[in-house]
């Protein structure tokens, strides 16, 4: 999965506060390693799409966002 080197590179390169890294909550960390989850065979992301659905307040535009960030910079 590609997901370990989003976890790695958003704590490094992204703020969540002024000076304070970003952190995943851990449910945030497993979708993010199951969203960049690769075939091994083919090495092909495993989804071409997803939905994340939960409550509001729960942070999904942040978890997007980093994801944003992620595939545009890192």
Sequence with gaps: TL???CLAWTA???QHHVGAPWRYTPEQARLTLWWYALDPATTRFLWRDGVI????GWGKDPLV???S????VG
């Design 3 to 5: 997901g370990w080197h």
């Design 12 to 14: 490094t390169y992204l």
């Design 53 to 56: 659905q939960r409550l509001k």
């Design 65 to 67: 966002a980093t994801w």
């Design 69 to 72: 960030a992620f595939e545009f």
